[in-house]
């Protein structure tokens, strides 16, 4: 009924997107297979049956140790037609790294916008160009329904190693315990956390080891040249410069990233994941790189101040997201920068005679940016 209102009282592009909407997630819930029969069929794919054996244990793990809602969801299987899910839609403005919203009747406001149709997001993302935003259009593996529905396990992710679909399911999953409607950086970075949080003691019982060293390390140094980009462009966003010495210095500014990341990813073996993303990098990935990752540390933070329990932590984050947005933004920044003065002190304790900069894109070897 709700969804109904909203067409009668929309212009025709909005008509199309619930359109679309509605049909694709049909389309998937109708081609659900349960999950405990594929397992027992004989005559299931072994590797299938293998990873859907997986999933059964990665939703116990949930359930019992993260003390999330998994109920039924990922209890089925759905064979896509297609490679991914939907296309996530991300724009921002040509001199401003804070997305376009776009609100729905029942999950509120969110920063990005997906699509099931692939042509109908290249559609929207040529508009979107055409009025002067940036844009990001990626595919989507996995979505969440938010518990409106018990959402299936899809084709797009089923044979992702054993690590990298226990995070995605986490985080899926985190998103049925605590979701803010119109809040995207909170609800992602929440989910984030949980999924962070929980992924070494899930890789201790399944006997994984920890991630190598050196994966770690690209990633946070890559992240460091993307929060280094950030920053110059804030600060040149908000300057009274003209729009025509903006343009020019934010092209400069991406370019520099660029090259930093050339040069520190040399001789790296696995850098496909992140060179596609900084070599298309611009306002909307910059923000969509922020939705899911800058509030991350708070609650961390605010996950070893309840003691490390699931259901006080949850609790804690309940409650900080009922209060007001300013105020909710204030307490996470706070969180944020007792994570970083902790982070800074470790940093210290290993490294006290070795001198680091902060982060800079106009260093010589741009490692400064890394750090």
């Known amino acids: 009924m709700l969804l109904l209102l909203a067409l009668l009282v929309s212009g025709c592009e909005t008509v199309h997107f619930y359109s679309q909407a509605a049909t694709g997630q049909l389309k998937i819930l109708a081609g659900r297979k349960s999950i405990d029969g594929l397992v027992a069929d004989e005559q299931t794919d072994p590797k299938l049956r293998k990873q859907l054996q997986l999933v059964q244990s990665i939703r116990a793990y949930a359930a019992a140790e993260l003390h999330l809602p998994v109920g039924t969801a990922y209890s089925e299987f759905t064979q896509l037609k297609d490679e991914y899910a939907l296309w996530n839609l991300v724009a921002a403005p040509e001199f401003s790294l804070s997305p376009k919203r776009w609100c729905y009747p029942i999950a509120g406001c969110?920063?990005?916008?997906?699509?099931?149709?692939?042509?109908?997001?290249?559609?929207?993302?040529?508009?979107?160009?055409?009025?002067?935003?940036?844009?990001?259009?990626?595919?989507?593996?996995?979505?969440?329904?938010?518990?409106?529905?018990?959402?299936?396990?899809?084709?797009?992710f089923v044979n992702w190693k054993p690590e990298r679909l226990a995070s995605l399911l986490f985080h899926e999953l985190a998103h049925r315990r605590v979701y803010i409607g119109g809040d995207t950086a909170f609800n992602e970075s929440f989910a984030t956390a949980v999924?962070?949080?929980?992924?070494?003691?899930?890789?201790?019982?399944?006997?994984?080891?920890?991630?190598?060293?050196?994966?770690?390390?690209?990633?946070?140094?890559?992240?460091?040249?993307?929060?280094?980009?950030?920053?110059?462009?804030?600060?040149?966003?908000?300057?009274?410069?003209?729009?025509?010495?903006?343009?020019?210095?934010?092209?400069q500014t991406l370019q520099q990233l660029r090259s930093c990341y050339r040069k520190m990813s040399e001789g790296w073996v696995e850098d496909k994941k992140f060179s596609s993303l900084v070599e298309q990098t611009n306002n909307a990935t910059l923000a969509l790189v922020s939705e899911y990752q800058s509030k991350v540390p708070a609650f961390v933070q605010l996950f070893k101040d309840t003691g490390k329990d699931w259901d006080a932590f949850y609790m804690a984050v309940e409650q900080l997201g009922a209060r007001p947005q300013d105020e909710r933004k204030a307490r996470l920044e706070a969180l944020s920068q007792r994570a970083q003065a902790a982070a800074r002190q470790m940093a210290n304790n290993q490294t006290s005679s070795k001198k680091v900069t902060g982060p800079s894109l106009q260093s010589d070897t741009c490692m400064s940016a890394a750090n």
Request: glycine residues 6%; positive net charge.
């Open 110 to 156: 969110a920063s990005y916008r997906g699509y099931f149709d692939k042509q109908d997001a290249r559609n929207q993302a040529g508009r979107m160009r055409a009025e002067g935003y940036d844009v990001y259009l990626g595919p989507v593996p996995a979505y969440s329904t938010l518990g409106w529905f018990d959402d299936p396990v899809l084709s797009s």
């Open 195 to 251: 999924s962070q949080l929980a992924l070494p003691d899930w890789r201790r019982r399944q006997g994984i080891p920890a991630p190598k060293v050196k994966s770690v390390e690209q990633a946070r140094r890559v992240n460091g040249l993307m929060v280094a980009a950030r920053k110059q462009l804030q600060a040149l966003y908000s300057s009274d410069k003209s729009d025509a010495e903006k343009r020019a210095q934010k092209a």
